[in-house]
Every structure is written in C-alpha cells, then in structure tokens.
C-alpha cells in the first residue's frame, strides 16, 4: 500500500537540529529571548505552561521549571506542589475551553524516552473522540485541526481567569 506523509516542516527542521541557538528553548521562553518562539499561557514565580508549538492534540501544554531542572529529583518539595497545582490548573483551563474527552499527562526522561529538550517538562496533551480522520483511516497521515498559535489567547486568558478566582487551586 503507498503511504503518503503530511509533514509539519518546521517539526523537521526542528528534528534535524535546527534549533534555535540558545542554551535551552525552555530557558530561553522563560527569558523571553526572541529567538524562540513564545507561546506561554501561564507564567508564575516557580513555573511557566506553554502550548507546545509542534503540538500532537490542540491545546497540547508543557509545564516547565522556570529555573534549569533536568531530573524530577532536582524539584524542591515546593517546585513539586506547585507543579502539581499546575496539572490540575490546566486540565481545568483545557476542559473550560476546548472540551476534551480526555488527557495523556507525563514525562519524557532521558534521551532513552524520547525526550528531546533536557529541560524537565509535564505534558499535557487533551485527547478527542473525534481524532481519527478520513487521512488517518485511508493514507495513514494525521492533520493537525489548530495552530497552537490560534488557541494561545484563549487558554492565557483563561489561565488568568481561573487564577484571579481561585478555580486553580487543588483541594
């Protein structure tokens, strides 16, 4: 059977090492260095969430350490907490907005994972029962239905929102 690919080719590029010349992407968004591309819905004293930008799912978030952390084991008891309270902050944000019939939530650790960024970092990827397509079903390919780009005001104001009222906190 012949397969055709529908490639993001800034993903490649990416894949390819083509990165950005920085010491680390996520250290660089948390600076807002301009030479990466900044799309953070959250930004607080410990941690950020931003969307990813080559996302699996719209609304795909990574909570990230604002200070260079490389193992979980590294987090202080607070850094642990607060990135918890986070977790649960956006799952609430995602399931306000964009309705998802559920979540993937983890780490990729090491470079055995997959992990491409050595900058500790939680997905949360919002998953939909409507992901399969007529592309997956006959070539085999996989579109993505939103730029991350579209869905970052939605979900920063309503990482806003949520914190002003005090609907992010765990109980």
């Known amino acids: 059977m012949d397969r055709s690919y529908l490639f993001n080719t800034e ?6 090492g ?3 010349d920085v010491d680390c992407i996520l250290c660089a968004i948390c600076r807002h260095d301009p030479r990466v ?18 996302p699996f799912n719209p609304g795909h ?14 987090l202080t008891t607070e850094e642990a907490v607060e990135m918890h309270r986070l977790l649960v902050l956006s799952i609430g944000v995602i399931d306000s907005e964009l ?3 559920g979540y993937n939530t983890g780490y990729n650790l090491g470079c055995g994972s997959g992990a491409s ?3 500790l970092h939680q997905h949360v990827v919002p998953r939909y029962d409507n992901e399969v397509g007529f592309l997956d079903v006959l070539s085999g390919t996989r579109v ?3 730029d991350p780009v579209e869905v970052l005001d ?18």
């Open 144 to 146: 993505m239905v939103s």
């Open 61 to 74: 978030l990574m909570i990230f350490p604002n200070r260079h952390v490389c193992r979980l084991s590294e």
């Open 37 to 54: 591309k900044d799309l953070t819905v959250y930004s607080g004293r410990l941690f950020t969430v931003a969307l990813n930008l080559y």
């Open 18 to 20: 083509g990165r950005p």
């Open 154 to 171: 939605k979900l920063s104001a309503a990482f806003r929102a949520a914190e002003e009222t005090g609907n992010g906190e765990t109980r």
């Open 117 to 119: 960024i050595p900058h």
């Open 11 to 16: 993903k490649i590029k990416y894949v390819k």
């Open 99 to 101: 309705s998802p019939s």
